[in-house]
């Protein structure tokens, strides 16, 4: 039954505000500028022989196991931007996921650059602000990425109605899978099948698409 009373969140302030006679502010980069903690997080990206010509943002973590796209599949990914745009992937997220985060440096060879647990939160805005795309679980750095205007693929359970946290902004391509045993409400799911049915190559073919 919630799946059919579910409203959007970031789109429901909006409503609030348009309710009581003001207009929304609208695909705006709001957030504020802090040249210090952009040399700060770039520093951190060369010390580790990166670049910001090419720079993508990988967040391969979240709150729960149920939300994370396999580490497998995102080391994939990195390693067809490192191949096809010479990129320079910087992979985000807390301290917590510095686990997922060095998996997929691994996978990369040691060229993908891990910075979990080592941004704040204006950090990992001037992070985004320089990068090219961004590839991302449903998490809070989506909605920055979104605001942003970054490209970004955001990836997607279907344990809850995904239009509950469809992330706002022009530049961004949501994707979920439908499957028997969607809105199960399980939080702490072992092995989301609807995590599993997103290929690689979808999520290359939604980021391409979002650069050209």
Same mark, same amino acid.
């Given at each position: 039954?919630?799946?059919?009373?579910?409203?959007? *969140?970031?789109?429901?302030?909006? *409503?609030?505000?348009?309710?009581?006679?003001?207009?929304?502010?609208?695909?705006?980069?709001?957030?504020?500028? &802090?040249?210090?903690?952009?040399? +700060?997080?770039?520093?951190?990206?060369?010390?580790?022989?990166?670049?910001? @010509?090419?720079?993508?943002?990988?967040?391969?973590?979240?709150?729960?196991?149920?939300?994370?796209?396999?580490?497998?599949?995102?080391?994939?990914?990195?390693?067809?931007?490192?191949?096809? $745009?010479?990129?320079?992937?910087?992979?985000?997220?807390?301290?917590?996921?510095?686990?997922?985060?060095?998996?997929?440096? !691994?996978?990369?060879?040691?060229?993908?650059? &891990?910075?979990? !647990? *080592?941004?704040?939160?204006? *950090?990992?805005?001037?992070?985004?602000?320089?990068?090219?795309?961004?590839?991302?679980?449903?998490? !809070?750095?989506?909605?920055?990425?979104?605001?942003?205007?970054?490209?970004?693929?955001?990836?997607?359970?279907?344990?809850? +109605?995904?239009?509950?946290?469809?992330?706002? !902004?022009?530049?961004?391509? @949501?994707?979920?899978?439908?499957? &028997?045993?969607? $809105?199960? $409400? &399980?939080?702490?799911?072992?092995?989301?099948?609807?995590?599993?049915?997103?290929?690689?190559?979808?999520?290359?073919?939604?980021?391409?698409?979002?650069? $050209?």
């Amino acid at each position: 039954v919630q799946l059919h009373f579910v409203k959007n *969140e970031p789109r429901r302030s909006r *409503e609030v505000l348009i309710n009581i006679g003001l207009v929304p502010i609208a695909n705006e980069d709001l957030f504020s500028h &802090d040249n210090a903690a952009k040399e +700060s997080v770039l520093k951190k990206v060369m010390e580790r022989g990166g670049n910001t @010509s090419a720079l993508f943002v990988i967040n391969p973590g979240a709150k729960f196991r149920a939300k994370c796209w396999p580490t497998k599949r995102f080391g994939e990914v990195a390693n067809y931007m490192i191949s096809k $745009y010479d990129a320079c992937v910087v992979l985000t997220g807390t301290s917590d996921e510095r686990n997922i985060a060095e998996e997929i440096v !691994g996978k990369t060879n040691g060229k993908a650059i &891990d910075l979990a !647990g *080592e941004t704040t939160i204006q *950090e990992l805005v001037e992070l985004l602000r320089t990068a090219v795309g961004c590839i991302t679980n449903d998490t !809070g750095t989506m909605h920055i990425a979104a605001m942003l205007g970054v490209p970004t693929v955001a990836l997607f359970s279907t344990r809850h +109605s995904p239009t509950h946290w469809l992330p706002l !902004g022009e530049k961004i391509t @949501s994707l979920f899978s439908i499957v &028997d045993c969607i $809105y199960c $409400y &399980d939080d702490h799911c072992e092995g989301p099948i609807c995590l599993e049915k997103i290929k690689v190559d979808d999520v290359i073919s939604s980021l391409n698409q979002l650069l $050209y």
